[in-house]
């Protein structure tokens, strides 16, 4: 733990503010990995198909990602602290609507307001953790911050696979009704500054308004192809976005001060390679979870029990990598754990009906060191890179790119999985034609982070970015 003296006439304790931080990094991820554990569950109580069943992810990751940036801007102009406390009411409130849904369509849709409660809440923290935390400490504390992520996504298999099998996967939204109103008695209670360094600044809603709906029908469209109207949508979501650029260019108070890509090119590639990374590797659990349980026949605690490995994994180097950013070059370390990713994906191509257990155990092992030492450096790297009045903004923008690539990862993958077995539930009579699937996404996958490295090492050194200006 970071030993700081408690800064009590600025109104709030480092630690504390910390371990607020930390807990919700650790509950939220949580309650994501927990949820695609029982996505085979839920999908026979709905009588849901594969495509339908990603939804209850994909709408989550949807919302959250459309509503990252907005809700990052709008916490420098009203202040950070009753952002974050603000979503973590919505969480808990949805959460509790999610575990009493009906219909397959009635999760979906609190699922969508649960990603507008998750952006609120993710937008704000590590914008938080970088406002209290001196440029020294900032790498570890950010470690500390991104170890959670890993730690929710660690114990979310196990448990999330032990409480489906004796509890029911609704409990997986009951279970983190009472850690959000922990979190949001320390907010209201000990945590008395508000960080609204741009408080002077108008919101913009008009761009926020074409962001919103550009990205929505990008990323809608994206999950739908080859479907004519998802091409209309996709391409229309394109055109949407660079009207919202050009609009923002000749704004005075910007949702997006795009001068931050065009101008900072720390902020910039490792932003890109942020999305890289999550585009290449988010489906890995939604696709290992189908893989064993329909393939291998494992029940959801066995499942759960194997692809712990990856986070836990994750955990450890997390916190190394971030202690090492303080010192090092943080694009060399995330490039290095960017070029272990690859190496894990292209083992699990080779993924078939009779693949042992062990394989998977290893290439998940070999993905796990790779994140560790991604995430935390890449991540210091960008919130190091801007002022303090855009550290919501850069906060939104890295939390952005890692939905983005999220949901363009399931994207993918549903794409493909549709290419080989269409809408048709996955029966042992498709099972070969689903493995076949299976290896060309991670084919395609290894590929794409392939050249994630070259963007990580395509940013500058730190002691040639802004570092140093958000002191």
């Known amino acids: 733990m970071i030993r700081t003296q408690p800064s009590v006439s600025q109104g709030y304790n480092k630690n504390l503010l910390l371990f607020v931080t930390t807990l919700t990094s650790i509950v939220h991820p949580f309650l994501g990995a927990a949820v695609n554990i029982a996505l085979p569950v839920i999908g026979d109580e709905f009588s849901m198909n594969a495509i339908t069943m990603s939804w209850i992810s994909m709408s989550f990751l949807l919302s959250s990602a459309v509503f990252l940036l907005p809700a990052g801007k709008l916490s420098d102009i009203a202040g950070r602290k009753r952002i974050f406390l603000l979503g973590n009411i919505v969480l808990i409130l949805t959460s509790l609507l999610c575990a009493i849904a009906s219909s397959g369509t009635m999760l979906i849709t609190f699922r969508v307001i649960q990603g507008i409660g998750s952006a609120m809440v993710f937008g704000t923290g590590t914008a938080m953790i970088t406002s209290a935390f001196p440029p020294h400490e900032r790498g570890k504390a950010i470690g500390y911050n991104v170890s959670a992520v890993y730690l929710g996504l660690s114990v979310a298999p196990l448990l999330g696979g032990l409480m489906t099998q004796a509890l029911g996967w609704r409990s997986l939204f009951l279970v983190i009704v009472p850690f959000g109103i922990i979190v949001i008695l320390i907010t209201i209670f ?29 990323m809608y469209g994206f999950s739908k192809l080859p479907d004519i109207k998802a091409i209309i949508l996709t391409i229309t979501g394109i055109i949407g976005l660079a009207i919202f650029i050009n609009f923002e ?8 001060n795009i001068i931050l890509f ?3 090119r720390i902020f910039a590639f490792s932003n890109l390679a942020a999305l890289i990374n999550y585009a290449a590797t988010f489906a890995i ?22 692809l712990v490995t990856q986070p836990a994994v994750m955990t450890l180097f997390a916190s190394f990598s971030g202690r090492l950013s303080d010192k090092y070059d943080a694009r ?9 990713i690859v190496v894990g994906l292209a083992m699990l191509a080779f993924v078939g009906a009779s693949t042992r257990s062990g394989f998977i155990i290893f290439s998940l092992m070999i993905l796990g060191m790779g994140f560790g030492l991604f995430s935390s450096p890449n991540t210091n790297a960008v919130m190091s890179s801007v002022e303090k009045k855009y550290l919501g903004v850069a906060s939104a923008t890295v939390a ?3 939905m983005i690539g999220q949901l363009m990862s399931m994207g993918i993958a549903t794409l493909i999985i549709h290419i080989f077995i269409g809408e048709s539930r996955i029966i042992p009579a498709n099972h070969l034609l689903f493995i076949r699937g299976v290896k060309v996404i991670f084919i395609l996958f290894s590929i794409l982070c392939f050249f994630g490295v070259f963007a990580s090492l395509a940013r500058s050194k730190q002691n040639e970015s802004f570092f140093g200006e958000n002191e």
Request: aromatic content about 14%.
């Open 249 to 256: 260019l000749k704004t005075a108070y910007p949702v997006l």
């Open 400 to 402: 952005t790119m890692r």
């Open 332 to 340: 060399v370390i995330s490039s290095i754990g960017m070029s272990i």
């Open 262 to 264: 065009k101008s900072n």
């Open 285 to 306: 659990t939604f696709l290992l979870s189908l893989y064993l349980q329909y393939i291998k026949g494992m029940s959801p605690r066995e499942t759960g029990l194997l």
């Open 190 to 218: 000990a945590i008395r500054t508000d960080w609204a360094e741009a408080g002077n600044e108008k919101f913009d809603f008009t761009g926020a308004f074409f962001y919103i709906l550009a990205l929505s029908s990008l």
